[in-house]
């Protein structure tokens, strides 16, 4: 088993988990809102164990203050190779469904670029670019902190859809810290779209672009992506990145 490789018994696990939800819906809501929700994609207890991965090092391969880099407050860190194996499980059963939504986008939008239907395939195209450093990663924020609208990018392959899964229970563990979305169509305002959820719930949002339908065909909008400030407690988000880093 190479560094990269998830164990068939926890790929499986996660493929049966995923495949419970409707696809077909989820596709329509990213396509009309660059979002769609997941409810209950993890248990409380399995929230409660990823979250406490948060204080042993060894799990990681970086640590990430903000406020240093303008990023906003708050802190992650980036899981090393291997991964746990149920972010793995779910990172190889997630992508499959998401990438048939990034070609279906890709084509509306006019971009070449195609995805191949097994995530280990694409890794292989990322590392063949230079792009080997795993992007998983585990967010934690405390009272005042928050994360400036941005993109998750990391080199020239990206994969167009990400996905965060909230591992702290709002209104119980901390309160504020939305998720949010903000689109910018062309000449015109942009667009803010926040997403509630509650612990175990997971969110699927473009990256980057995505297409919208206009009056002479279909145009790319610009998204970003951040969280509002915390006003109390703790909240952490495991928060999975298909394409790895430069």
Known sequence: MTMH??????????????????????????SGYGCAVMEKLLTPQECLEIAGLYADESHFRSHILMARHGFGKGE??????????????LRSALYPRLAAVANDWNQRMGIAQRYPDEHAAFLKQCHDQGQTRPTPL????GPGDFNCLHQDLYGELAFPLQVAILLSEPDKD??????????????????????????GDAVAFAVHNRPVQGSKGSYRVNLRHGVSRLRSGMRHTVGIIFHDAK
């Open 174 to 199: 901390f309160t504020g810290g939305e998720f949010v979305l903000t689109e910018q169509r062309p000449r015109m305002q942009s667009r803010a779209e926040v997403v509630p959820l509650r612990q």
């Open 138 to 141: 585990l967010l934690q924020y």
């Open 5 to 30: 490789t998830v164990p068939a018994a926890a790929v499986r696990s996660a493929e049966a988990r995923v495949a419970a939800y409707d696809w077909q819906a989820l596709a329509s809501e990213m």
């Open 76 to 89: 992650y860190r980036y899981f090393r190779y291997p991964l746990p194996e149920l972010i793995g499980g």
